[in-house]
């Protein structure tokens, strides 16, 4: 468990301690709005309220493949982030795919997003991933920025789906 301070915030919040943690079934409803959220913004998805909670229901159902965390303030959880594991062959073993960063709006800007990312590296190299992958809407420039600070970089891969 991390805990941090909110610097940036709007005099309400400053000064309040922000916990990471693991996430629990109890806080599915609040992760569910959070990907609304997310959805909201991404032009490639759509909120769905169902698919959502039972796609993080699942998660949590493989916790050795999967960790969900979530940034808290008191009982209100505010962010969240999850990272699944996966097999490279190009690394030759385990490589992360960090899945859903998402701050509430109210909380943006504030280090939150930060603070999860950095709780999700931490876990990343104690379960000996080598390399950690994301995806961000080309068109949120405000995410690539925020990639940009933290030593992210974008790479010559193209993403490609095919839904069924």
């Known amino acids: 468990m991390v805990q941090a301070t909110l610097k940036k915030l709007k005099d309400k919040s400053i000064g309040k301690k922000v916990i990471i943690r693991k996430a629990c079934i109890s806080d599915l409803n609040a992760m569910t709005s ?37 940034a808290v303030i008191g009982n209100n959880i505010i962010g969240m982030c ?9 690394e030759g073993g385990k490589v ?6 998402v701050v509430a709006a109210s909380h943006r800007k ?5 603070e999860l990312l950095k709780e999700i590296e931490v876990i990343a190299r104690a379960e000996g991933m080598s390399r950690l992958q994301l995806l961000s809407d080309r068109s949120n420039g405000v995410a690539s920025n925020f990639y940009d ?16």
């Open 34 to 70: 959070l990907l609304s959220e997310l959805f909201n913004i991404e032009t490639d998805f759509v909120p769905n309220v169902r698919r959502q909670r039972q796609g993080l229901a699942d998660l949590m159902q493989y916790r050795r493949e999967a960790t969900l965390l979530v």
């Open 110 to 114: 504030s280090g939150v997003g930060r």
């Open 149 to 164: 600070c933290l030593g992210w970089v974008t790479t010559n891969m193209s993403v490609y789906r095919k839904k069924f």
């Open 82 to 90: 999850t990272l699944q594991s996966l097999i490279s062959t190009a």
């Open 96 to 101: 992360g795919l960090v899945e859903d960063l």
